[in-house]
């Protein structure tokens, strides 16, 4: 079969060269790709089957490890309130033609996946970014009650969800104290109030910076005490240590001292913490403060990719594996301190 060559400025034939496909958007997918040659002037040709079969290889891959959201995902979210495409798009603040992409099998980022994920997974946010679109005016108001009468009269409140979110997360983050989490009790009230101080202090806090300000925190108390602050355990992830099973995404959801923003941006949608501006430094001593405040002084000016860039010279993610927890071991030289 032979197809139109650019360079050669003629149809040609073409033979295929298998290419190793190691790494897909910062993801590691090991896989091979097939690309069409000129067998006249050996430059890469474009065919359109070929490349499909590429992406629709890599993109498998890539979306189960990364944990990406299907079609289907959000064709079901669709269903499930009855509304459209362009409704579904309103509430979401995305491009207009973005939600039609992604049902086609478009890949989505990894921040705008995580982001429709949670109001995929959870009614109440869901409900809430309805509500947050109509006041803006992005949805009318027959879209509103749509959405919004798929609340139950007899649903728990708004604070006894807060309460379960609490829960689960203790359940999954609790531990006996050890060399992994600092020798420290998990304190979650602790670490609600030291997110919404970071976020008073630090621009532009997103999720992906927040697990390096908290890992950074109680590490450098490690090293000049001997214990945590939080209790948290972190693991060895691409962008740096964060919370343990990605735990960050639920303590996010948590409302009473801070809350949720998402933005939308070239790359995708970010999302921010932004603090209500009520938190209480009381059960933290003088000396946690003191840790707390160094941490943010080394960290506020810069942006996720320099603290990610930072944390990736430590000890304790160059050592460890991906998806290792990383021990407080490492906190005996921080290279953040230099």
Not at 140 to 158: G, L, M
Not at 191 to 210: F, G
Not at 266 to 286: A, M, Q, R
Request: aromatic share 10%; charged share 35%; hydrophobic share 30%.
């Amino acid at each position: 079969m032979k197809v139109y060559c650019p360079y050669c400025k003629r149809e040609v034939d073409y033979k295929i060269e298998k290419r190793d496909v190691k790494e897909f958007r910062k993801i590691e997918v090991d896989t091979f790709e097939n690309a069409a040659i000129c067998k006249e002037c050996n430059n890469d040709l474009y065919i359109s089957e070929i490349e499909n079969e590429n992406n629709e290889r890599i993109y498998q891959i890539y979306r189960s490890k990364a944990n990406i959201i299907k079609p289907e995902d959000i064709i079901n979210l669709r269903k499930k309130y009855n509304i459209s495409q362009r409704e579904l798009t309103s509430i979401l603040g995305f491009g207009k033609m973005t939600i039609n992409r992604y049902e086609r099998g478009g890949m989505p980022t990894k921040s705008q996946s995580d982001y429709v994920r949670v109001l995929i997974d959870n009614d109440v946010e869901f409900i809430k970014k309805t509500k947050e679109a109509f006041d803006k005016n992005s949805i009318n108001k027959k879209t509103y009650e749509k959405i919004v009468a798929k609340e139950k009269p007899d649903k728990v409140s708004k604070r006894d969800i807060q309460e379960l979110f609490r829960k689960h997360i203790q359940e999954t983050l609790n531990r006996k104290p050890d060399i992994y989490n600092g020798y420290k009790q998990l304190d979650l009230e602790k670490v609600e109030n030291i997110i919404s101080y970071i976020a008073t202090k630090v621009k532009n806090l997103t999720i992906t910076s927040l697990n390096k300000y908290l890992w950074y925190m109680d590490m450098l108390s490690f090293n000049q005490r001997g214990i945590g602050i939080t209790g948290l355990t972190y693991q060895h992830e691409k962008f740096g240590p964060t919370i343990i099973n990605q735990a960050y995404n639920e303590i996010s959801l948590l409302e009473d001292k801070f809350k949720r923003e998402n933005y939308e941006t070239e790359n995708g949608t970010i999302t921010k913490i932004v603090s209500n501006k009520n938190y209480d430094l009381s059960k933290l001593n003088e000396n946690e403060i003191k840790i707390i405040d160094i941490i943010i002084k080394l960290l506020k000016d810069k942006n996720v990719t320099d603290i990610s860039e930072i944390s990736h010279k430590e000890d304790g993610w160059k050592k460890t594996k991906r998806y290792e927890k990383i021990s407080f071991e490492y906190a005996t030289k921080l290279n953040i301190l230099k």
